[in-house]
């Protein structure tokens, strides 16, 4: 009747008093007046129709039409569009409260950059920061701190790595400092799974590899601290890089274990070769290999050290290396009585037989204890 009557405005008014929202959005395309308001109210109103019908992909067309990003996301996050989701991220003005809802929604199902760039454009840093290390993603946590001044995670960072350690997860430990580039601290707790699996364990090819996983650690730390550029972003200088160098030796005067990665894996390795070559016939090499492994008594059980020289010499006819090694391993501090008396009894029933000369002086040339070592060789 109000159509009849050309009052289409008064059609539309009944039909929206009604609810019947598929009327108004009829009457309103053919309104040569239209109003867009009441347009886009229309389509919400359809829009949550659909939803409280959990039809979602049919609400999101009309959430779409009404420039409902709330209730739209709501709807991709319902169909698990997250392309859909990420591309209405760009349409959603800085600053305002949705992109935070957003965020939370790519953070609950882990997706960690889009959730960032959500709380970043919102101006929210703590929560893109929270979120990074909620998903244990600690590098970019780091990154994000840094670039914008925001000094708890370090506090946070070292609570959860001493969380990790109180309850024996040394390897979550390390990857969580790898992530946050901790290149120091992975270093150390490398070392020290290092020096566990050698010494508890028995395993020197496990010890072996961690301490150059532990060695890799500390040259990452080094270029990043000459890689560092001045604070002005310019070139650095001669003095700048001096300054860097001095910052170095006193963030690792007090430690070990960051200055002889490297060693401790050549330890393990000369060790490992020495008992290959020895168990392949090749008895010479074995001896240089364990005459070597003399600069590594405070990685190797000195008595392991001495009992190898002593065996591969006797049977290279190296009486002379054979009967240092002998002495050494009667003085050794800490070995019990009994073990001292067993050492001299051997030792006195090889020299009655032979004295304790080498074939030749030809090894003191060869070898010094400061020499550098053949990798491959031990020689």
Same mark, same amino acid.
């Given at each position: ?48 129709? /659909? ?7 049919? $609400? ?17 996050? *319902?169909?698990?569009?997250? #392309? ?5 991220? &760009? ?21 960690? +950059? &889009? $959730?960032?760039?959500?709380?970043? %454009? ?23 701190? +840094? ?19 109180? @309850?024996?997860? +040394?390897?979550?430990?390390? +990857?969580? /400092? ?13 070392? %020290?799974? $290092?020096?566990?699996? $050698?010494?508890?364990?028995?395993? =020197? ?8 996983? @532990? ?13 560092? =550029? ?55 090499? #074995? ?21 190898? *020289? ?8 190296? /009486?002379?290396?054979? &009967? ?18 067993? /050492?001299? %009894? ?9 004295? =304790?000369?080498? =074939? ?20």
């Amino acid at each position: 009747m109000y159509v009849d009557a050309d009052r289409k405005d008064l059609a539309i008014d009944l039909w929206r008093r009604t609810g019947d929202w598929f009327r108004v959005i009829n009457l309103l395309r053919t309104s040569a007046s239209g109003d867009d308001s009441l347009m886009q109210l229309a389509w919400t109103k359809i829009g949550e129709y /659909y939803a409280e019908r959990n039809k979602w992909a049919k $609400a999101s067309q009309y959430f779409a039409q009404a420039k409902n990003y709330g209730s739209l996301a709501e709807c991709y996050y *319902m169909l698990e569009d997250y #392309a859909g989701l990420q591309n209405l991220v &760009s349409l959603v003005p800085e600053g305002t409260e949705l992109l935070e809802t957003i965020g939370s929604m790519f953070t609950t199902v882990g997706i960690t +950059e &889009s $959730a960032v760039n959500c709380y970043l %454009k919102s101006g929210n840093i703590k929560a893109a920061i929270d979120t990074c290390v909620l998903l244990n993603e600690w590098d970019q946590a780091v990154t994000l701190a +840094e670039e914008h001044s925001f000094q708890q995670i370090e506090g946070l960072l070292t609570k959860y790595a001493s969380h990790l350690l109180e @309850s024996k997860k +040394e390897i979550e430990a390390i +990857e969580l /400092y790898r992530k946050a580039n901790k290149h120091t601290e992975a270093a150390q707790l490398l070392s %020290k799974l $290092a020096e566990t699996a $050698a010494k508890e364990h028995g395993n =020197p090819m496990l010890a072996k590899k961690l301490y150059v996983l @532990s060695a890799l650690e500390v040259e990452k730390f080094r270029k990043k601290m000459f890689d560092m =550029p001045d604070k002005e972003g310019g070139t650095r200088t001669a003095a700048q890089t001096l300054d860097t160098l001095m910052q170095h030796d006193n963030a690792t005067v007090n430690s070990r274990i960051l200055e002889t990665s490297w060693k401790g894996a050549e330890a393990y390795h000369f060790w490992l070769l020495a008992q290959r070559q020895l168990y392949q016939g090749k008895v010479g090499d #074995a001896m240089y290999t364990a005459i070597a492994l003399q600069k590594y008594e405070e990685y190797l059980d000195p008595e392991d050290i001495y009992r190898l *020289m002593a065996l591969t010499a006797y049977h290279n006819h190296y /009486y002379g290396q054979c &009967s240092k090694a002998f002495i050494r391993l009667e003085n050794l501090p800490g070995l019990s009585d009994e073990a001292k008396k067993g /050492y001299s %009894k051997l030792a006195l029933s090889i020299f009655t037989n032979h004295a =304790p000369k080498d =074939p030749s002086n030809d090894l003191n040339r060869k070898r010094t204890t400061d020499d550098y070592i053949c990798i491959a060789s031990g020689r």
